[in-house]
């Protein structure tokens, strides 16, 4: 899934006008040339969110513009 919020509520980028409320579009929405656009965007926040079920519990990892990558689990720390 790749989630899309603007810095400036209408900006317009691969034709597209993007609000300031994040916009999920599926992972095949966009071009790899249309994404690479869009994240060199600085108006615009890009994350591509990937989700994997594991056992019952759901983890996702998200990449921001910056391709910093951070896992949330829904597990907790062992006792």
């Given amino acids: ?7 400036k509520d209408g900006f317009r980028r691969c034709g597209i006008a993007h609000p300031k ?3 999920q579009y599926p992972d095949d929405r966009f071009s790899e040339k249309e994404l690479a656009i869009l994240k060199a965007e600085p108006v615009l926040i890009v994350e591509i969110v990937k989700e ?5 519990v759901s983890t996702a990892t998200e990449a921001d513009e910056t391709g ?3 896992a949330k ?3 907790k720390g062992k006792r």
């Fill in 1 to 7: 899934m790749i989630r899309i919020k603007s810095k």
């Fill in 21 to 23: 409320e994040a916009v």
């Fill in 68 to 70: 910093k990558e951070s």
């Fill in 73 to 75: 689990t829904g597990k």
């Fill in 52 to 56: 994997k079920k594991d056992a019952g």
